[in-house]
């Protein structure tokens, strides 16, 4: 019986009804005198607290936010900090957390965020090493450090399983390799190899990357796009909306048309998601090209 049959079933009196909101209060209040304040400098840290049921008190460049990641979604009760290399310590301050969640790439100014509360830093994005599996990592460590060991092993389960029915779902696709690339302007690209996020979840759902080098991580789009042209039978997969100003010269680039994927209309455009994110930008990302390959067929 799925969650929703629970709640409609005819089973369920108005008895039963009552007893369930009462233990819904009573584990609610329980969880809100437990669950510590939290406040998230790091977006991926951010990803995985929410994951966890945990909602930050506090956290960095939310418009941004709101606007390229999409997903989870944060109520507007959550104080902005502002820039991440640079947050307002002074209204992180006002803010009471109990423990900020940061990760390597602020360790910078650690001291000056110890002095309002603990710090919990844990890698998402080591050169070389596939960020997937470090997100999974970390919603076991954060789910340990704020008492919700229990909903990470959920969480990893639910991951899991929907993993392997997207893979299924796409195994008439995995003959053709696919570049995964967002773009900069008309005459470049950005690339996700096996060490991005993007890259290790294709790997994860059984299709091979046709960019065989590393991720460069930056946020120039430093690879020309006849590069493209290197793997012809590939499929070409443009995470995030592709710039105004690029959209009406790449539809009149010579260059891009004489693509093979072009040509062949094996091109697909996805909805904005996180580079750089946690455990749910990896699986949006996911959700949204199994959606995308799926809605155009095995020809693609």
Same mark, same amino acid.
């Given at each position: ?17 009552? =007893? +369930?909101? !009462? ?8 969880? /809100?005198?437990? #669950?510590?304040? @939290?406040?998230?400098? $790091? ?118 399983? =929907? +993993?392997? !029915? ?8 995995? /003959?053709?390799? #696919?570049?995964? @690339?967002?773009?900069? $302007? ?115």
């Amino acid at each position: 019986m799925t969650r929703k049959d629970r709640w409609m079933s005819p089973v369920w009196g108005r008895r039963e009804f009552l =007893a +369930l909101l !009462a233990a819904a209060a009573f584990a609610g209040a329980t969880r /809100a005198q437990s #669950t510590p304040r @939290i406040a998230a400098i $790091d977006w991926a840290m951010l990803e995985t607290a929410v994951a966890l049921g945990v909602m930050p008190v506090a956290a960095t460049e939310l418009i941004q936010f709101r606007a390229g990641a999409l997903e989870p979604e944060i109520p507007e009760t959550v104080a902005d900090l502002g820039l991440r290399g640079a947050p307002n310590f002074e209204l992180l301050q006002l803010t009471r957390p109990d423990l900020i969640l940061i990760s390597p790439f602020y360790t910078r100014y650690t001291g000056r965020l110890e002095a309002i509360a603990p710090v919990f830093s844990l890698p998402f994005y080591v050169k070389g090493e596939p960020p997937f599996a470090k997100a999974l990592a970390a919603v076991t460590a954060l789910g340990e450090k704020l008492g919700r060991a229990e909903e990470a092993r959920r969480v990893l389960g639910e991951t899991e399983a =929907a +993993l392997h !029915a997207m893979r299924t779902r796409l195994a008439g696709f995995a /003959a053709r390799p #696919t570049y995964v @690339i967002n773009i900069g $302007d008309a005459r470049h690209f950005r690339a996700f190899g096996a060490d991005s996020m993007f890259g290790d979840v294709l790997g994860r759902l059984g299709l091979a990357n046709a960019w065989v080098d590393r991720s460069q991580f930056t946020f120039a789009a430093p690879v020309p796009i006849e590069n493209l042209a290197a793997s012809p039978d590939a499929r070409i997969v443009v995470v995030s909306d592709i710039p105004v100003e690029a959209r009406e010269t790449l539809r009149n680039s010579a260059i891009w048309r004489a693509l093979p994927a072009v040509r062949e209309n094996r091109v697909v455009t996805l909805a904005n998601v996180a580079p750089y994110g946690g455990i749910t930008a990896g699986m949006r990302f996911a959700r949204l090209l199994t959606e995308a390959l799926s809605v155009r067929g095995e020809a693609l």
